[in-house]
């Protein structure tokens, strides 16, 4: 059972990371979703984070993955609010 919950973090790893190039490419051409190809990038790192100390036992790579996810989340909300705010003020 363990080793298919590990083969679906590396397909979810694959997955995102197809998501993200699709996502920034888009962003390209259309600007206001630069925010979907952040938070995709932010779940990124969690999974990274994941399968760092589930199959690869690193430890130290799976904080520094999880601090980046985090950082990278506050800062996606961050901009979701302010565009909030210039859309209905």
């Known amino acids: 059972m363990n080793k298919r919950i590990d083969n ?11 998501a993200i190039i699709i996502s920034f490419i888009v962003s390209i051409f ?19 984070s994941y399968n760092n100390y589930a199959i690869y036992k690193r430890k130290y790579m799976t904080a520094i993955y999880s601090v ?9 909300l961050k901009e979701v609010i302010d565009a909030t705010k210039t859309l209905l003020g």
């Open 68 to 76: 980046c996810g985090i950082l990278l989340m506050i800062l996606t």
């Open 8 to 18: 679906l973090g590396i397909f979810l790893q694959l997955v995102l990371f197809g």
């Open 30 to 48: 259309i600007g206001p979703l630069e925010v979907v190809t952040y938070a995709l990038m932010s779940l990124m790192l969690f999974v990274l």
